[in-house]
């Protein structure tokens, strides 16, 4: 009696972390098309508006606008597909193949990765050009190597060792199928309880998803659970983008906030209020996107732990945390946009024009003033041509 209460009380708990699950499903979904409706905008403002086409920033923006783009689009998906398999028991990711859900795996940690080291890539960029620390010894080098030659050519290292790095996502997963019910999930292997998962099968619904292939050897299997747990989510996607965030930011705003030689009022002001609304979005970033690296990197090293002592509740309560950080994920991911229309003048005149919202009075005094002249030219001309 005591063992099928105990048993009960399991699958309540799972069932209520479903029904979180598909609840945060919906706030993913709408922060996430927000997120890529804002850097379709991004991307578009950048490359055609740009004022300074020669600067590293601009291809630093124009990648992160890109990699923030598809890690939303692979997140809005999955959020579907859990969706669909909250409501409907519909299975929209259903691959059918190993090769498909192994590039699915593969490109979506791949692009996590890019996400994540573009915007340390712009924020180190931003530190060498502002802090120019081989100004004695080298004057001028910090302004040849921040340009868009060497910005295209560091994105091309990034996305290179992405890829490396991520291979054993190809090797090891494979397209497996099994039954449905709590009774069959990872958190619940309980030798205890055999007996009674046997007799309780109500369905033979099967559940498939891209998992570790059960085809490898030992070696294979720990030596992917280190890659996986130490490798790709402690090293490459917490500990040493954080620290160089956090280093460099660090050195970029003690520097703002001092007291500088003004050399040019006009190119300096330029350079401050860029500088601050850059590391602004570089802080956001840190602060909003890393909760979730933490949390999925904690999850995993102590996920074996309860697993094997079958801790149902702080295996629930490690979920509910993960859906939580999710959404702070999808927010740092969405707000590059609105930081950019909100701290940069350029940028915000741009996006207006582009929008067509400079038709309307409510938003002419946003405009520069190359931009307002741009668009009476561009009247007085049409009606030139019109007469």
Known sequence: MFLENKLKYREVKANQSFEQSGRNGQGTLLFGSIGIIGNIICFMVVYRFSFQQQHSFVEYLRSLAIFDFLSLLFECIQSLHDLFLYLFSFNLLNFRSSILCKLYEYSNHVIILLACWTIVGLTFDRLILVCDPWAKKWPNLSRRICNCKCAKRIILFLIILSLI???????????????????????????????????????????????????????????????????????????????????????????????????????????????????????????????????????????????????????????????????????????????????????????????????????????????????GSNIFNSSQHTK
Not at 174 to 183: A, M, N, V
Not at 239 to 251: E, H, Q, V, Y
Not at 319 to 325: D, E, G, V
């Open 165 to 375: 790095i991520n291979i054993p996502d190809i090797l090891y997963q494979k397209w497996i199928c099994r039954q449905s019910g709590y009774q069959y999930s990872a958190a619940f292997i309980g030798k205890l309880y055999l007996n009674e998962t046997q007799i309780n099968q109500t369905s033979n619904r099967l559940i498939c998803q891209c998992r570790t292939s059960p085809n490898l050897s030992r070696f294979q299997i720990l030596f992917y659970i280190q890659w996986k747990t130490y490798v790709f989510h402690l090293f490459c996607y917490t500990l040493i983008p954080a620290i160089i965030l956090l280093a460099s930011n660090t050195a970029i705003l003690k520097l703002v906030h001092s007291r500088r030689q003004i050399v040019g009022q006009k190119n300096e002001h330029l350079r401050s209020k860029l500088t601050r609304t850059l590391t602004l979005a570089s802080i956001i970033f840190l602060v909003l996107y890393f909760p979730h690296a933490i949390v999925e990197t904690f999850s995993i090293l102590i996920f074996p732990k309860y697993r094997i002592h079958c801790h149902i509740r702080s295996l629930i309560i490690i979920r509910i945390l993960k859906r939580l950080s999710e959404l702070l994920n999808i927010a740092a991911l969405g707000i590059n946009f609105f930081l950019y229309i909100l701290g940069v003048n350029h940028y915000r005149s741009a996006a207006i024009q582009m929008l067509g919202l400079h038709h309307f009075q409510f938003f002419l005094p946003y405009l520069t003033v190359e931009h307002r002249n741009s668009i």
